[in-house]
């Protein structure tokens, strides 16, 4: 399998200790998924910032957002109503909890390697009931001088995609819950076509249908329809049990180029691509049958959750595509692609 991705040396630029825990008490367990953009001439990340109470034996404590702030629960791991078999996910009493609490993190970099916190810049967290397990994997799209932010929002009644938007990176205006649950991936193009907004989302179903990624259109941003299905699962390959948007598709003179991750039966998560046609990206041109890349480093395959390789944020300059990506659910890493070369491996359809 040819190798397309150039890994930065310097891998993993971010570490869960190089960032400090933003409430005392909790520890951050990963740094995951950043969204990337340009801004007053540096390279940012708004990264997901996963954190916990420090663990103690025999007991599963975890962290919820309530009004008056965050609220720990503990159980005993011996606990019968405990259903404990994912690091990530756990069912208590028939409800399901995340193990960590998420908010989104800003960081900048002068070479786009080296990053920090800088002073004077907001931690996003979650608000309100459809956030209360907190706000993950934002994706960011810049039209004119706004720049789009949707993420993750989750809570006991789902995951669906929430909205934020900004001009300056220090005030935001929520627009709430855009697409309901189940619903994540959403990437919105970052131009309109035909005077329209687009993006990519993926709605899930376990029963009927699949987890596929899925085009919507929108007046507005904010209200979306005319939903078709795009791009789905491929029994017995690598993107078997479910496929998702990275960010936002990339303009190319042969159409819009996603990248995008799947998954297969064992839960290891790869990139591949498509291509949609420039003027209706409902029209699927081609698509890579083998993965662009895959977890193969150390980083990649041991940590909160091995075997992943997963993005949502890039920065193109020419022909050089710069993925800034999550590895192993818990380190942030940087890889460089050839466009040209991912065109090159597509099978036209």
Not at 279 to 302: F, G
Request: with cysteine.
């Amino acid at each position: 399998m040819k190798e397309y991705a150039k890994r930065f040396s310097e891998n993993p630029i971010l570490s869960p200790t190089d960032l400090v825990p933003s409430t005392p008490g909790l520890e951050i367990a990963c740094l995951l998924n950043p969204g990337v953009f340009s801004f007053d001439g540096k390279v940012w990340m708004i990264i997901r910032v996963a954190e916990r109470p420090k663990q103690e034996p025999g007991i599963i404590s975890f962290p919820v957002l309530k009004d008056g702030g965050i609220e720990i629960i503990s159980i005993k791991e011996n606990d019968p109503e405990l259903i404990a078999d994912d690091p990530r996910i756990i069912r208590y009493r028939g409800t399901d909890y995340l193990t960590t609490l998420s908010h989104l993190r800003l960081v900048c970099s002068e070479d786009g390697i080296h990053f920090y916190q800088p002073e004077g810049f907001p931690l996003l967290q979650g608000e309100g009931k459809n956030e209360a397990f907190g706000i993950e994997d934002c994706r960011v799209a810049q039209i004119d001088d706004t720049y789009y932010l949707t993420y993750t929002a989750v809570s006991a009644h789902g995951v669906g995609v929430g909205l934020r938007t900004t001009k300056d990176w220090k005030t935001f205006k929520k627009h709430g819950m855009i697409i309901s649950p189940h619903n994540k991936d959403c990437a919105i193009f970052e131009e309109k076509i035909n005077g329209k907004f687009y993006a990519l989302h993926r709605p899930s179903s376990v029963d009927l249908g699949g987890n596929y990624i899925w085009l919507a259109e929108s007046p507005d941003a904010i209200h979306w329809g005319n939903h078709q299905c795009l791009i789905k699962t491929r029994n017995h390959q690598w993107d078997s049990k479910r496929v998702g948007a990275g960010a936002a598709p990339i303009r190319t003179a042969q159409g819009w180029l996603s990248i995008y991750h799947g998954a297969n039966e064992k839960h290891q998560y790869c990139l591949g691509a498509f291509l949609m046609d420039l003027s209706d990206p409902s029209k699927i041109l081609a698509q890579t049958e083998q993965p662009i890349m895959v977890p193969t480093a150390d980083y990649e395959i041991h940590g909160f959750f091995g075997e992943v390789v997963f993005t949502n944020g890039h920065l193109v300059n020419g022909d050089v595509l710069t993925i800034y990506y999550g590895a192993a659910d818990e380190f942030v890493c940087g890889a460089k692609f050839s466009i040209q070369e991912i065109l090159g491996a597509l099978k036209w359809l």
